[in-house]
């Protein structure tokens, strides 16, 4: 829930766990915010310092368990050292590529008495006032001769420009250069996907007109790396003479799959705002890059257009509700302040792909982790740092097995989180996987739970639908509701992934 609400609100978020079994609890928690790059602080409790070389309660090597899992992962051994090492988490966690820290306080720390009058405070690092870690001429001068020679630019924007950049700021800078655009992670909704200068996910499976970066001459990175989906040889997707701009915070994410012909280390509002400033100096930039913006316009336009057949193939069965048809019903109430929050599996990337992205921290999904259900306290911790606005949570049925209880937390706080279950009961993507590789499916069948009950014994609202001409009455009474509520979605089975080849 820290992670959804830091990713919510743009701040670091704080956890507190319980020491032994609590901290391992939490392990999924360390592996999402890493993959998503949040900037969380987990102080977790911990046994007595002296009880751990004598077979004591609940005694782990806590900081060892979750060190591969986070940017910092310490043992505070005396009271003296509290405030100095919490100080040191924050900065830790937001320097660079943000992520998740972890501080482990024995009770005997947490008891103790502080000897020192050494005073730390808890803050975060100044994003805008680093100095950069290169010298910027040369890199400027060679990015802009690098944007200057190019004829099929694009920019990927990433998770850092959503701790670092403002979204009027980004939009204009941009639109300075005439370069396409794509976000992924944190990025999704700092510019909006708006078909003119943004053109979506840079995610290839999920954006077939990100696909088009195989016919680009030069990539300019905002804010990320390259990844298994960007850059991964096997897809073909960058050529090898295609050049490379990176910009970021982090020195150590430079050239990951892919070298950087030029990388910019620093504060990425100072670093891309030179690099505008020195593009404005080229001349006719725009006008250059206008054709190959027109195509990436154009294929956007198709690749959105394929939703229609898409619509005619799978929604006109009256015996059977798919998933594109619950995008559709809750479209009649989408708005760029409902958050949306997607997991994995099969279910969740109807709506990942549907719904655009219109708004900074209203779109987030699982990161490269694909924790399945997730998105439930990712969710509700974005809901919690902006309870006025509504939160849609999509997962499959199989996922909100893991945390379902964690929908509590939204009844005690009264929080309108809508969650929608597409219940097909099964683990859609081993069914798939084991059918295409195998012929016949081993264990992956789920028994048929009405979740919607089950969100009523823990005093949400609870919704069942089976008949898509009913469809429309759930989805309003959801809506409608002040609380958290669940749709539980009788879904077709095998419906898969939409658009892919």
């Known amino acids: ?137 040369e890199s400027i001068t060679d990015a802009r001769q690098a944007i200057s020679n190019a004829e099929r630019p694009i920019m990927i924007i990433g998770g850092g420009a959503w701790w670092d950049l403002e979204r009027d700021s980004l939009s204009r800078l941009v639109s300075r250069t005439g370069i396409p655009a794509f976000t992924i992670e944190q990025a999704r909704g700092l510019i909006a996907d708006d078909g003119e200068i943004c053109f979506g996910y840079a995610h290839p499976a999920f954006n077939r007109t990100f696909r088009e970066v195989r016919n680009s001459d030069l990539v300019i990175l905002v804010g990320t790396e390259f990844n298994l989906h960007t850059a991964a040889e096997q897809k073909q997707l960058l050529s090898a003479d295609t050049r490379v701009i990176q910009l970021h915070r982090d020195a150590e994410q430079i050239g990951i799959c892919k070298a950087a012909d030029v990388a910019i280390v620093g504060p990425l509002k100072v670093g891309l705002e030179i690099l505008a400033s020195a593009c404005d100096g080229i001349g006719s930039l725009r006008e250059k890059h206008h054709g190959w913006l027109r195509h990436i316009r154009n294929k956007y336009s198709e690749y959105r257009n394929e939703w229609r057949s898409l619509h005619e193939t799978n ?43 219109r708004s900074p921290g209203h779109w987030m999904d699982g990161a490269e982790i ?8 990712v969710g509700i911790g974005a809901q919690i740092g902006h309870p006025a ?14 945390y379902g209880f964690d929908l509590s937390t939204a009844v005690q706080r009264g929080l309108p989180v809508k969650v929608f279950i597409g219940n097909d009961h099964c683990w859609g993507i081993e069914r798939r996987l084991q059918l295409a590789h195998y012929g016949r499916t081993v264990a992956v069948d789920l028994p048929d739970i009405r979740y919607d ?12 639908v089976e008949d898509p001409s009913k469809l429309d009455d759930a989805v309003d009474q959801v809506i409608a509701h002040d609380g958290p509520a669940v749709l539980n979605v009788s879904i077709r089975p095998a419906c898969g992934r939409p658009l892919l080849d």
Request: overall charge neutral; proline content about 6%.
């Open 1 to 137: 829930m820290a992670d959804g609400w830091s990713r919510a609100t743009g701040k670091p978020g704080v956890a507190i766990v319980g020491g032994g079994p609590g901290h391992v609890n939490a392990v999924t928690g360390f592996a999402v915010a890493q993959s998503a790059a949040t900037p969380v602080i987990v102080i977790s409790g911990q046994p007595p310092l002296h009880t751990r070389d004598r077979n004591g309660h609940q005694i782990l090597y806590q900081a060892d368990i979750v060190r591969t899992l986070t940017k910092w992962a310490q043992e505070i051994t005396s009271p003296n050292i509290i405030s100095e090492l919490v100080s040191r988490g924050f900065r830790i966690a937001t320097a660079g590529k943000p992520g998740p820290v972890s501080l482990s306080v024995p009770t005997n720390v947490q008891e103790g008495r502080i000897e020192t009058s050494a005073n730390y405070r808890v803050r975060a690092v100044n994003k805008n006032t680093e100095n950069f870690a290169v010298t910027l001429d």
């Open 315 to 357: 929604c006109n069965d009256a015996s059977s509700i798919h998933p594109l048809q619950v995008c559709e019903s809750l479209e009649r109430y989408r708005s760029d302040r409902i958050r949306i929050v997607t997991d994995g599996g099969d279910f969740a990337h109807w709506p990942r792909i549907y719904f655009p992205a």
């Open 370 to 377: 694909g924790a399945l259900g997730a998105s439930l306290p």
């Open 389 to 402: 606005e509504q939160t849609w949570v999509f997962l499959g049925d199989g996922g909100f097995g893991f």
């Open 453 to 464: 009950r089950f969100a009523e014994i823990l005093g949400a609202k609870g919704v069942y």
